[in-house]
């Protein structure tokens, strides 16, 4: 197995080698971002070989071929296999599912910043469109079945929150009196000015939260899109 790209910690310790996945399956909503997002950042991995790579060029990622991310928040690294991903999609039609494992991880030290260099810019857009789209467009069902984002599941209190901050160069901005929790985070006006991707919320972060929020949604509120 060869890591060909990782979001993280290079040299980060794996506790539980026990497999548990994160899967994305053509049910969830969150299906067809989760695959535009991962795809994205696949291109401009391969585009980084075919010019780093001595005139050689870059070879299609096979079976064996992983990507890693890891999450501060959750304690977590993730390992994507692209292939059963990427051959779908340049196939013209969406994979039936993405599947992420997942293996428990140590701890990052607080208030620790992932330096993506050049990509950070790239990933927090992905990231930004990821959740900012969920979240806008399950808002009106939200409110009609629990009412005032206070009301709302707190997982998706929490990502409210997290949205808005996307929208704030990363930064919390809460202006409601709201106190939201997730995993070890918890933020409240207190916070405001606090910077938070890439420093709380790594990329696998932001994955598991996705899972959550799909997996909080209420009964029958899945997407109900005809599939490819």
């Known amino acids: 197995m060869t890591n060909r790209m990782i979001l993280g910690h290079r040299r980060r310790q794996i506790f539980d080698m026990s497999t548990n996945y994160l899967r994305f399956v053509d049910s969830d909503y969150s299906l067809k971002p989760i695959a535009t997002y991962l795809t994205s950042l696949h291109s401009f991995a391969t585009t980084a070989e075919v010019y780093n790579n001595h005139g050689k060029g870059a070879f299609p990622w096979g079976l064996g071929d992983v990507a890693l991310f890891d999450g501060a928040a959750c304690d977590v690294r993730l390992r994507w296999s692209p292939h059963e991903t990427i051959l779908p999609m340049v196939c013209n039609c969406w994979p ?20 993506l260099g050049v990509l950070e810019h790239f990933i927090f857009s992905l990231g930004q469109s990821l959740l900012t789209t969920f979240v806008e467009d399950k808002k009106p069902l939200l409110k009609t079945v629990f009412g005032k984002p206070a009301a709302w599941p707190p997982i998706w209190n929490f990502a409210r929150v997290v949205r808005n901050a996307m929208s704030h160069g990363g930064k919390i901005r809460i202006d409601d009196g709201a106190t939201v929790r997730w995993r070890r985070l918890e933020y409240s006006e207190l916070d405001n000015g606090r910077e938070i991707v890439n420093v709380d919320l790594w990329p696998a972060d932001l994955f598991v939260l996705i899972r959550e929020m799909e997996d909080a949604l209420p009964s029958g509120a899945q997407s109900t899109e005809t599939k490819d």
């Open 96 to 115: 039936r599912e993405v599947v992420l494992e997942c293996f428990a991880a140590d701890p990052i030290a607080p208030d620790s910043y992932l330096n």
